[in-house]
């Protein structure tokens, strides 16, 4: 299967709309003719700069204006940050993403401090991502220069859908961090979250958006949502599992190549339903007890998984070994 940027809506629809089990032998074919379905990417996230965020994403326990009960803590020390994701490297992971709950980043001793954390973490030998809001490109150019090698802005939902759902920043401004991203020689990392209240024509349109960037995302993170109480999503349904893993296979036929990450909402998912999701093709998993701040499984947890389901991880720097 060629790789192609030029995808239709309604390519999309028709992969999306294909009966459940069909799409899901389809997804498992295409992931075989590109990946190793015996690999899965272990990424573990850690949130640096915790609260109190000005943006008015509604499904954001981190948003200053709602009461969620998440404490405001400054930008963590680069030894504690190290340590942790030390620790994680030994628990398994290759990949060690920092969050911080900003709106932007700005060019001040916070943004040198998160440099320095980044070089820590390349030395690691660890993949080394961050998701930090919008960014231009010669912040990208100096994340990269650090030995960044992702970067994580989702574009969360469909342009359609998406003022519903968040009004301090717009979807261009997401789409321009990622073309300052893939200027400066970063991987892109983006995805969305379903559970929003979006119709299914929204989540064909984000697929869209994402399948026919000039290239495709490394990385794409399929998140259900946290309901978590104080925001204003709290009260939403539940996702079933069948739209995750319709997302999933959908989203691993379009875009082969890419890591499709099996992301938030897994706590609330059984052993069972997540063999279906790496069945679909997802390769790629969060692992730690926290994402950010809502809870995750643990690396005993998921190590127990990949035993059962006769999966390994994912080696840091695959493709670039590939290549050579």
């Not at 990417?41 to 954001?60: F, M, P, R, W």
């Not at 020689?185 to 559970?195: A, R």
């Amino acid at each position: 299967m060629t790789i192609r940027n030029d995808w239709t809506k309604e390519e999309i629809s028709e992969i999306y709309n294909t009966p459940l089990m069909e799409l899901i032998y389809k997804a498992a074919t295409v992931h075989r003719e590109h990946q190793d379905t015996a690999e899965v990417q272990v990424c573990t996230l850690l949130s640096i700069k915790t609260g109190g965020c000005s943006e008015d994403c509604a499904y954001c326990p981190q948003a200053a204006r709602y009461n969620t009960g998440v404490d405001v803590q400054a930008l963590m020390k680069k030894e504690e940050v190290l340590a942790y994701a030390e620790r994680a490297k030994n628990a398994g992971s290759t990949r060690f993403c920092m969050g911080a709950a900003w709106r932007e980043v700005r060019d001040n001793r916070d943004f040198d401090r998160v440099i320095d954390m980044v070089k820590g973490v390349n030395e690691l030998g660890m993949e080394v991502c961050c998701t930090l809001g919008m960014l231009t490109e010669d912040q990208a150019k100096k994340l990269h220069d650090a030995g960044l090698y992702s970067y994580n802005h989702n574009v969360d939902t469909s342009a359609e859908h998406y003022h519903d759902i968040i009004t301090t920043r717009t979807y261009e401004d997401r789409l321009n961090t990622l073309d300052n991203v893939r200027k400066a020689g970063i991987s892109v990392c983006s995805g969305g979250i379903i559970g929003l209240g979006e119709k299914h024509e929204d989540r064909i349109g984000m697929l869209h958006t994402l399948s026919t960037l000039p290239e495709h995302p490394g990385s794409v993170p399929i998140n259900a949502l946290v309901r978590v109480k104080g925001t204003p999503l709290q009260d939403n349904p539940k996702i079933e599992i069948w739209d995750m893993v319709r997302m999933i296979a959908t989203a691993r036929i379009i875009m082969p190549r890419s890591m499709v990450r099996l992301s938030a909402g897994r706590t609330e998912m059984s052993l069972s339903e997540q063999a279906l999701c790496f069945m679909a093709g997802a390769n790629s998993i969060f692992t730690g007890e926290k994402l950010l701040t809502t809870p995750n499984p643990g690396f005993d947890e998921d190590m127990a998984m990949f035993q059962l389901f006769g999966l390994k991880p994912r080696e840091a720097f695959k493709e670039e070994k590939e290549l050579v």
